[in-house]
């Protein structure tokens, strides 16, 4: 079965730029997308369809998608970032979940 | 704009049948793809399938000879029954709405989530 590999956990200073990555065969062939889960809350949309931000999460959210890893950016992080981040992408039409990386800000 | 909202038994018995309900409100669930998700405590997220208004269904591989999912466009709901449960089925369910089944589909919004713990 298809899986989607992330970091366990990414720390990152306030201000500066925090990269999450997520591997998968041939992932840049599939459209990824990004949850944002903070403790307690049920996950978010950050990213959707490798790169477009829906309404409401902020511009320092950002991501890219090629190869075989997808890449979450957080530009300027801020102590709010802090979360648990998800990718998902779908695998013969079936979905799939990356382990999750918890980002300490 | 659209709320998802689970509701259904905290505790299980083991073998027994975990029965969830979805209930969408501020729109209608005659469009679009719901799904349900499951997150075990300290885990991941894990896809568990999904129903289109019109009834047709896809799930999760690793659950498929267990789950059943259902929609009643009437009520404006969509439920889901996961057969002869076991500790390993403990989690916190999320209901979902996808655009699409597509590779292009993602989840938004989705529920609060509810604690379901499978324990005689």
């Known amino acids: 079965s298809y899986e989607l590999t992330q970091p366990p956990s990414v720390s990152v200073s306030p201000g500066q730029t925090a990269s999450i990555t997520c591997s998968g065969d041939?992932?840049?062939?599939?459209?990824a997308s990004w949850y944002q889960q903070k403790s307690g809350q049920s996950p978010v949309l950050a990213i959707y369809?490798?790169?477009k931000r829906p309404s409401g999460i902020p511009e320092r959210f950002s991501a890219s998608n090629s190869g075989n890893t997808a890449t979450l950016t957080i530009s300027g992080t801020q102590a709010m970032d802090e979360a648990d981040y998800y990718c998902q992408a779908w695998d013969s039409n079936t979905v799939v979940f990356g382990g999750g990386t918890k980002l300490t800000v | 704009q659209v709320q998802l909202q689970e509701s259904g038994p905290g505790l299980v018995k083991p073998s027994e049948t975990l029965s969830l309900t979805c209930t969408v409100s501020?729109?209608?669930?005659?469009?679009?793809?719901w799904n349900w998700i499951r997150q075990s405590p300290g885990k991941g997220l894990e896809w568990i399938g999904y129903i289109y208004y019109t009834g047709s269904t896809n799930y999760n591989p690793s659950l498929k000879s267990r789950v059943t999912i259902s929609v009643d466009t009437s009520k404006n709901h969509f439920s889901l029954k996961l057969r002869s449960v076991t500790a390993a089925d403990t989690a916190v369910y999320f209901c979902?709405?996808?655009?699409?089944?597509?590779?292009?589909?993602?989840?938004?919004?989705w529920g609060q989530g509810t604690l379901v713990t499978v324990s005689s």
């Open positions: 501020g729109g209608s669930i005659s469009s679009y793809y």
């Open positions: 979902a709405r996808a655009y699409s089944s597509s590779s292009s589909g993602c989840f938004d919004p």
């Open positions: 369809e490798d790169s």
């Open positions: 041939k992932l840049g062939e599939k459209y």
